[in-house]
T-cell receptor, first 111, second 114 residues
Framework: KQEVTQIPAALSVPEGENLVLNCSFT??????LQWFRQDPGKGLTSLLL?????REQTSGRLNASLDKSSGRSTLYIAASQPGDSATYLC??????????FGTGTRLQVFP | DVKVTQSSRYLVKRTGEKVFLECVQD?????MFWYRQDPGLGLRLIYF???????EKGDIPEGYSVSREKKERFSLILESASTNQTSMYLC?????????????FGPGTRLTVL
């Protein structure tokens, strides 16, 4: 059974820092890996989706990588800003359209 | 842009009541999902549907049922609400059958059962 873990559970950094959020999964037979952002009390917003055949995806200051063999994905945020403060969730996609979510990393970027 | 809407942002119900949570998407997506989100447990899949009148159990279907009479609408039903069903409920949809696509989420319904 797929299990997804995110470390750290919480992170507090000063504005301008580059940071890395980690996601690990136990079953490497995934179809994709998705990263989401969730603001307090709100729904999830999709950030990046990496297909299993891809190694990374980029969107603006965000870069996500995928290493299926080691069961890891990382989300790199460059030049962090206070507006990046949110919870970041990763999810592993299998062959039935279902996603298995990690419990998230709560990020706070202070001025 | 894809839009997924949920019928209520906040809902307060009493134990034993029948509760309906509705989700509507406007992009003709085939696949729709209901999750609940609890602190420390993350998002857990309750039910999902690949097509009209089709439904599949997720990881925690007990105490819930669903209805999909039209492609754009997916309803979650709590037959007899209990306090342990107090949670944030999130609906999502995706575009294609088969391989997983980006899931688009609604704003969530925070349900409190007293």
């Amino acid at each position: 059974k797929q299990e997804v873990t995110q470390i750290p559970a919480a992170l507090s950094v000063p504005e301008g820092e580059n940071l890395v959020l980690n996601c690990s999964f136990t079953d490497s037979a995934i179809y994709n890996l998705q990263w989401f952002r969730q603001d307090p009390g709100k729904g999830l917003t999709s950030l990046l989706l990496i297909q299993s055949s891809q190694r990374e995806q980029t969107s603006g200051r965000l870069n996500a990588s995928l290493d299926k063999s080691s069961g890891r994905s990382t989300l790199y945020i460059a030049a962090s800003q206070p507006g990046d403060s949110a919870t970041y969730l990763c999810a592993a996609g299998g062959d039935t359209d279902k996603l298995i979510f990690g419990t998230g990393t709560r990020l706070q970027v202070f001025p | 842009d894809v839009k997924v809407t949920q019928s209520s942002r906040y809902l307060v119900k009493r134990t034993g009541e029948k509760v309906f949570l509705e989700c509507v998407q406007d992009m003709d997506h085939e696949n729709m999902f209901w999750y609940r989100q609890d602190p420390g447990l993350g998002l857990r899949l309750i039910y999902f549907s690949y097509d009209v009148k089709m439904k599949e159990k997720g990881d925690i279907p007990e105490g819930y049922s669903v209805s999909r009479e039209k492609k754009e609408r997916f309803s979650l039903i709590l037959e007899s609400a209990s306090t342990n069903q107090t949670s944030m409920y999130l609906c999502a949809s995706t575009g294609g059958a088969g391989r997983t696509d980006t899931q688009y989420f609604g704003p969530g319904t925070r349900l409190t059962v007293l």
